[in-house]
C-alpha cells in the first residue's frame, strides 16, 4: 500500500524552464512533507519541507506547494539548470506516530535537465 | 562536517550467508533508520531506532535485525541473505521531532549471489 505516490517516474525540463515534480499522497494523518534530491552512488539530501499549516514554501529557486484538501503537493525549480538532472523523492510523515518521526518516501521521479 | 558513514559501499554475499552493514553518525542524533531503495518502489523503512537498545519495525522487517548498543551506531543484520534481498541500502538519522529531516549515507550496494 504506497501511501505516497510519485506518478511520473521520469521528466525531462529544457535548462531555464520550470520543472514541476508532484506528489500524491493518502494518509490523512500525514502533517509534514519534504523533499529529498539524490545523486548516483550518493545518499538523498533534504531539499525543502513544508508543513501542513502551510500552503507554500519557498527557498531560492524551490518552491514547494501544499494542496492538504487534495492530498497533492508540487516541488517547483525556476529556472531549471543542469546541475538540478537527480532523483526526487517526496516524502511525509505524521507528529503523532508516537516514538520516532518516521518518513514515508514516494517511489521517485528522475528529472533530466537538458542543455 | 556531519556525517552518516557507511561501512561497505559495494559488497557481494552467498546465499545463507549472515551479512553485517554498519552505520556510524557523528550528530548525536537520538533516531537512525534503515531503508532499502529498490527501483519503481522508492525508499522503504525496514527498521528504526530512537534510542539506545531500542528498535522498531518498519514495513519491511522479515529477513531483517538490527543493533543499537551505542547511540551513534546502528547495525542491520541480515541473518540469512537471500537473492530478493540484493538491494540498495540507506541509513539514515535525525534528531527526534518530525521538523528534523533525515542526513542519509551514501549507501551500500549489496548483491547476492
Known amino acids: 500500500d504506497q501511501q505516497v505516490k510519485q506518478n511520473s517516474p521520469s521528466l525531462s525540463v529544457q535548462e531555464g524552464r520550470i520543472s514541476i515534480l508532484n506528489c500524491d499522497y493518502t494518509n490523512s494523518m500525514f502533517d509534514y512533507f519534504l523533499w529529498y534530491k539524490k545523486y548516483p552512488a550518493e545518499g538523498p539530501t533534504f531539499l525543502i519541507s513544508i508543513s501542513s499549516i502551510k500552503d507554500k514554501n519557498e527557498d531560492g529557486r524551490f518552491t514547494v506547494f501544499l494542496n492538504k484538501s487534495a492530498k497533492h503537493l508540487s516541488l517547483h525549480i525556476v529556472p531549471s539548470q543542469p546541475g538540478d538532472s537527480a532523483v526526487y523523492f517526496c516524502a511525509a510523515t505524521a507528529h503523532n506516530t508516537g516514538t520516532a518521526s518516521k518518513l514515508t518516501f514516494g517511489t521517485g521521479t528522475r528529472l533530466q535537465v537538458t542543455l | ?113
Request: hydrophobic letters at 30%; glycine letters at 8%; a neutral charge.
Open chain 2, 1 to 113: 562536517d556531519v556525517k552518516v558513514t557507511q561501512s561497505s559501499r559495494y559488497l557481494v554475499k552467498r546465499t545463507g550467508e549472515k551479512v553485517f552493514l554498519e552505520c556510524v553518525q557523528d550528530m548525536d542524533h537520538e533516531n537512525m533508520f534503515w531503508y532499502r531503495q529498490d527501483p519503481g518502489l522508492g525508499l522503504r523503512l525496514i527498521y528504526f531506532s530512537y534510542d539506545v537498545k531500542m528498535k522498531e519495525k518498519g514495513d519491511i522487517p522479515e529477513g531483517y535485525s538490527v543493533s543499537r548498543e551505542k547511540k551513534e551506531r546502528f547495525s542491520l543484520i541480515l541473518e540469512s541473505a537471500s537473492t530478493n534481498q540484493t538491494s540498495m541500502y540507506l541509513c539514515a538519522s535525525s534528531f527526534a521531532g518530525a521538523n528534523y529531516g533525515y542526513t542519509f549515507g551514501s549507501g551500500t550496494r549489496l548483491t547476492v549471489v
